[in-house]
């Protein structure tokens, strides 16, 4: 995941910065891996580094010499209409102006004395965020590849105690071990471990079986005998909450 950081205060800049790395590394395992944050001290030298898809996630303080968070948002709207933007600000005067942007939220100067809106702000950024995640992985002959978590349908290990991931379109058997796998998976309320070393993905299950969870490729997931109860209460939760 790439971040980068606006702000023509250096102080301010660094402690944004710290802000976000601890909260990722704290409590968003998957969005931590890979992470890189960038930190701009002016909006030209934003514009120097800036190009289409570099970055998921781009925080602008509003208020800098020049040009402005505003403004340096419509330079890059005009050239990327996917990327997240959240604004950085003290004033609520140009709150109308950010929608316009399509800004997803606003973080609150300084953000480490506005917790609580800074967590409520990060938290629905990082449900968009997280579509996109990709599990990086090593398979046969040191190949590394990134699958992103949405083609996963389920994680199991086969006959020769390896740990193998089914998705879509292949399977593949990877050089992770199965608890690293899990620690990282588990992290995003898509998937579930609803048997002994087998993980679902439930934007993949199709209907719920008594001992099963069919998917929609027509696979049988068991559901163990233990964990019975907590995967269906678990699974209905998802279904019924998934677009929250």
Known sequence: MKIAVVDDSAKDLSSE???????????????????????????????????????????LDIIMNEINGIQLAKMIRAKDRDCHI???????EFLIEGYSVFAVGYFIKP??????????????????????????????????????????????????HKVRITTIDRELIITMNYAQCQEILMNDRRFLECHYRIIVNMDHIQSMKEEDFILKNGVKIPISQRKRRESK????????????
């Open 17 to 59: 910065i710290d802000c976000l790395t601890n909260y990722i590394s704290k409590n968003k395992l998957g969005l931590s891996l890979n992470l890189k944050i960038n930190g701009f001290q002016s909006a030209a030298d934003f514009i120097k580094s800036f190009e289409p898809g570099k970055f998921d996630l781009i925080a």
């Open 86 to 92: 959240i604004f950085i600000t003290n004033s609520t």
């Open 111 to 160: 953000i480490s004395e506005h917790e609580e809106e800074f967590k409520k702000t990060f938290e629905f950024v990082c449900s968009k965020l997280e579509k996109n995640l990709e599990l990086p992985v090593t398979v046969i002959r040191n190949v590394k590849l990134g699958v992103p978590y949405k083609d996963i349908c389920f994680v199991d290990i086969n006959e020769k």
């Open 233 to 244: 209460i678990t699974y209905l939760n998802y279904i019924l909450h998934k677009n929250d």
